[in-house]
Nanobody, 128 residues
């Protein structure tokens, strides 16, 4: 079992930045791809970013590309999401997720079904 705990959310103004963290426990996630998803009020959960187990590959949703950066520190069993140039439409609960396997990132990683473990989420609110 893998437990994921997100942190770093908060209330910021448009244009500002936040850094989200996702700490894993229970077992090491060095052989897991890690992803970030988000869910805004009244909307379905959507993919934001993912990183391969080795950090060699990353993928992003078009809506966040160029503004968000996903990274990981396997020594700390932690994944990060740097959110820059935040917009009000980025307001959502952000969830961290883990997908087992050392596979190349593919289109399957854009979907939640690929991930076996999920955190409880951290709220990001961006005011205009």
């Amino acid at each position: 079992q893998v437990q994921l705990v997100e942190s770093g959310g908060g209330l910021v103004q448009a244009g500002e930045s936040l850094r989200l963290s996702c700490a894993a426990s229970g077992r090491t996630v060095t052989s897991y791809a890690m992803g970030w998803f988000r869910q805004a009020p009244g909307k379905e959960r959507e993919f934001a970013a993912a990183i391969s187990w080795s950090s060699i590959s990353t993928i992003y949703a078009d809506s966040v590309k160029g503004r968000f950066t996903i990274s990981r520190d396997n020594a700390k069993n932690t994944v990060y999401l740097q959110l820059n140039s935040l917009k009000p439409e980025d307001t959502a609960v952000y969830y961290c997720a883990a997908a087992p396997g050392r596979n190349p990132l593919s289109s399957a990683y854009y979907t939640g079904a690929k991930y076996d473990y999920w955190g409880q989420g951290t709220q990001v609110t961006v005011s205009s």
